[in-house]
């Protein structure tokens, strides 16, 4: 059973920046991908970025330009840094692990809430 471990988070004022963590563990199958996906009340979960294990990563059109993830050379940890933080922002980020295998899982989210 794959566990994602979330760490990071919190409170920033507008403009501000705040970092996020994952850490993978309990997979024997090879990740495939990782990445970070975001809930507003009252919204769809969606995605914000994602990175293959060949760096490859995409990012939704509302945080390109504010957004970076990044992947630890061992593929099992993913980072995502955020600037210049926007009220809009504030949601439940949660990390999303793909295995090779095609199976998905799913961290329990770590809050972001972003003052005006």
């Known amino acids: 059973q794959v566990q994602l471990e979330e760490s990071g988070g919190g409170l920033v004022e507008a403009g501000g920046s705040l970092s996020l963590s994952c850490t993978a563990s309990g997979n024997s199958i090879p990740i495939t991908s990782m990445g970070w996906f975001r809930q507003a009340p009252g919204k769809e979960r969606e995605l914000v970025t994602t990175?293959?294990?060949?760096?490859?990563?995409i990012y939704a059109d509302s945080v390109k330009g504010r957004v970076t993830i990044s992947r630890d050379n061992g593929g099992n940890t993913v980072y995502l840094q955020m600037n210049s933080l926007k009220p809009e922002d504030t949601a439940v980020y949660y990390c999303?692990?793909?295995?090779?295998?095609?199976?998905?899982?799913w961290g329990q989210g770590t809050q972001v809430t972003v003052s005006s």
């Open positions: 999303r692990t793909l295995l090779q295998s095609g199976h998905l899982y």
């Open positions: 990175i293959t294990d060949g760096g490859m990563s």
